[in-house]
T-cell receptor, first 115, second 110 residues
């Protein structure tokens, strides 16, 4: 298994440009999430999905869109990038086993700079 | 939204020392998680806690789910150089939403 993969690793955008951050997992996990990490603020939830076709907003959803057409993929779209979206973005997938044991895996992250 | 206060923000210790860090919340969580993040990588799950009062170990790591369900503690015994990194607590809201603490940066002097 490749686990959770994210592309690209690094990206520089100009203000107003759009782009899609890709996330894929090959573990058949139902739950997937996007977080952003800023210095001194931990990780904050942007959007999440509990299964294909189902998405919901997290703590900081403004400026981001998501879709979940398949179990494997959960892309994050920035429609019009702003400097405030400069951050490190992490995708995560999760599967809760029957005996309540938690399993959650994070991808390696995408570092985004918006000029 | 929910806020988790994690302390201390940073720690500078000698190799071999024990480490303690904690998280507190203004609200109740049903699950507490502890993660470690190495530079340039995503967080890795260390310990998950599901019941108030639960004490769980993973090697030299021990974590506890506070009785009030509003706090959790992580202890690392006999620290080694590879323990360096940022440790995050997280509380789970409902079935999917995680709220993270600000992190504790651990530095170890050999």
């Amino acid at each position: 298994n490749a686990g959770v993969t994210q592309t690209p690793k690094f990206q520089v955008l100009k203000t107003g440009q759009s782009m899609t951050l890709q996330c894929a997992q090959d573990m058949n996990h139902e739950y997937m999430s996007w977080y952003r990490q800023d210095p001194g603020m931990g990780l904050r939830l942007i959007h999440y999905s509990v299964g294909a076709g189902i998405t919901d907003q997290g703590e900081v959803p403004n400026g981001y869109n998501v879709s979940r057409s398949t179990t494997e993929d959960f892309p994050l779209r920035l429609l019009s990038a702003a400097p405030s979206q400069t951050s490190v973005y992490f995708c995560a997938s999760r599967y809760k086993m029957l005996d309540s044991q938690e399993t959650q895996y994070f991808g390696p992250g995408t570092r985004l700079l918006v000029l | 939204g929910q806020q988790l206060n994690q302390s201390p923000q940073s720690m500078f210790i000698q190799e071999g020392e024990d480490v303690s860090m904690n998280c507190t919340s203004s609200s109740i969580f049903n699950t507490w998680l502890w993660y470690k993040q190495d530079p340039g990588e995503g967080p890795v799950l260390l310990i998950a806690l599901y019941k108030a009062g639960e004490l769980t170990s993973n090697g030299r790591l021990t974590a506890q789910f506070g009785i009030t369900r509003k706090d959790s503690f992580l202890n690392i015994s006999a620290s080694i150089p590879s323990d360096v990194g940022i440790y995050f607590c997280a509380g789970m809201e409902g079935a999917q939403k995680l709220v993270f603490g600000q992190g504790t940066r651990l530095t170890i002097n050999p």
